[in-house]
């Protein structure tokens, strides 16, 4: 009898407790995938989730990405944890080295413990047996080689090491944004080997046909931005400062939406380098510059959505005063929007905007020009004006990134 007793327990507990546990894995396994964004880029629109097959652009060809859900033959469920952990970390698959687009480059700070909650989640989603296209004949075996020489190059793996002189959410935020969120692989430069370069972390990098800004907190609070508009911008697609044009807005809505409120902060805190609140700049808008053709062409264009003095319109139209589009030194987004028009953004049912239309018919040159240097004298601090041989140089430019757009 007295050997029933703990065996009757282990049988009434230890069983659920394990399911519990490894419920709980899986669960923060499906929360850092989230940070992650692997969602992203292995789903085509309207696809099976993870079934992979969205195609990236590379100097060798079109790549594209794999089916990673857990069908045995289509999928990653046969992958070992030592298998997995190879492709995310050193950025080779059973199948040979990978292509960069997939960010181990980024990844391999992931610790060991998340490593294996991503794990647990991934062997557990729905499987998928769409079929990955012949990679042999996509993406010769030569060139796997020599992405082995470039890994050799540019990549020695390391997980995340805290700073102890920074605080416990400056870690917490620099570990999140520069391991799963892989922000660095949009907004860092890259060098001649296409490598990311790290003595530019954030400063900026063109991405498909938009321009991922400078992120360094030095320039975040130059341009004005407080504690409130970043939590506001990353979690929810729209703060004071507006919202995003181009391949952010795909990183907000499947990524930095989901992040928790601690995670939130924390990233804010990383972001600003500060544990302080930071209270930000007041929004931009100068009444002097309410004259001439570009004061009359944004009367006549846009002041019917973004408001008389750049206030814009709640769930309608984001406000152009102290805009962060307006006013980065770059205006490539700016261009982008006002030319080409910008999709519709759904965040959630308390942030929605529709379509902005796009201009690229109705101006000239020359009234582009007018145009962009009163947005830029009227809702920015920014000093810069364009002469209209600039303007033309630029527009072209962009008219040519325009094949890289991504949506
Ligand atoms: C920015 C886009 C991007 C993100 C984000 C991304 N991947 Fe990938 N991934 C790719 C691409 C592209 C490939 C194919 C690379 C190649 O064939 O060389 C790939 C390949 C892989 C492979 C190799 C599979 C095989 O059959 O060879 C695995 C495993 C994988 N990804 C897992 C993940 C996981 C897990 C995440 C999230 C933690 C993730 N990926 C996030 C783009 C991405
Ligand atoms: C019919 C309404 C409408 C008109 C007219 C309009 N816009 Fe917009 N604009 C929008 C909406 C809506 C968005 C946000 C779109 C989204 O997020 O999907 C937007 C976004 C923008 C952005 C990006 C702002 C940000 O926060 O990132 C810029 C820049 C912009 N518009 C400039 C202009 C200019 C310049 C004109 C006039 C030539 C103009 N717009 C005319 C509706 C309009
Ligand atoms: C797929 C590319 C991509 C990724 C990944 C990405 N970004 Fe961005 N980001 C952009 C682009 C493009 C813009 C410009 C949007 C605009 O002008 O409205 C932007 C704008 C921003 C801005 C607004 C800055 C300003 O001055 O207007 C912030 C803040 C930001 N990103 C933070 C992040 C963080 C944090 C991450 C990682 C979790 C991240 N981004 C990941 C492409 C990306």
């Given amino acids: 009898m007295q050997k029933l007793v703990p065996l009757a327990m282990m049988f009434a507990v230890s069983p659920l407790a394990m399911a519990d546990a490894e419920n709980d894995l899986v669960q923060q396994g499906k929360y850092l995938s989230e940070l992650a964004d692997c969602v992203a880029c292995h789903t085509t629109d309207g696809g099976e989730p993870y079934a992979g097959g ?52 980024s990844f391999d700070k992931i610790t060991q413990d998340d490593m294996r909650a991503l794990y647990a989640y991934f062997m557990s989603t ?100 407080s504690s409130e508009d970043i939590k506001d911008l990353i979690g929810t697609g729209y703060s004071r400062k507006g919202t995003v044009v181009g391949e952010m807005y795909t990183a907000i809505y499947h990524s930095l939406s989901k992040f928790d409120e601690k995670d939130l902060n924390a990233a804010t805190v990383y972001l600003l380098d500060s544990d302080e609140n930071v209270e930000g700049k007041p929004l931009t808008f100068n009444a002097e510059a309410n004259e001439g053709e570009g004061y009359n062409l944004y009367m006549g264009y846009c002041a019917s959505c973004h408001g008389v003095e750049g206030e814009g319109k709640t769930n309608f139209a984001p406000g152009l005063a102290g805009n962060g589009t307006l ?63 600039e303007m033309s140089e630029l527009r072209k430019e962009v008219e040519e990134n325009q094949e890289n757009a991504a949506h």
């Avoid at 990549?155 to 416990?168: G, L, N, R, W």
């Fill in 54 to 105: 969205l195609s990236f652009k590379t100097p060798f060809g079109t790549i594209y990405s794999t089916n990673i859900t857990s069908d045995k033959k289509e999928g990653m469920g046969h992958y070992s944890f030592e298998e997995f952990e190879k492709a995310l970390r050193h950025g080779v698959a059973p199948k040979g080295n990978l292509y960069p687009a997939m960010p181990y480059t």
């Fill in 126 to 225: 729905t499987p998928s047996s769409q079929p990955n296209p012949d990679n042999d004949v996509m993406f010769p075996a030569n060139i796997r080689m020599g992405l082995k020489a470039w890994n050799l190059l540019n990549h020695s793996p390391q997980e995340y090491v805290a700073d102890s002189s920074k605080s416990e959410d400056w870690n917490r935020g620099n570990y999140i944004l520069n391991s799963f969120g892989h922000c660095a692989e949009c907004h860092t430069p890259r060098d001649i080997t296409f490598a990311m370069d790290q003595e530019q972390h954030y400063q900026g990098a063109m991405i498909g046909n938009t321009w991922a800004p400078d992120i360094t907190p030095e320039t975040l609070v130059d341009q004005g931005w």
């Fill in 327 to 389: 006013a980065h030194d770059n205006s490539v987004n700016l261009m982008v929007a006002t030319l080409y028009g910008i999709k519709p953004q759904h965040y959630s049912t308390l942030v929605s905007f529709d379509a902005m239309p796009g201009y690229d018919k109705d101006l000239s040159d020359s009234e582009l020009t007018e145009l962009v240097n009163y947005l830029k004298a009227a809702f920015t601090p920014s000093s810069i004006r364009f002469t209209e041989a």
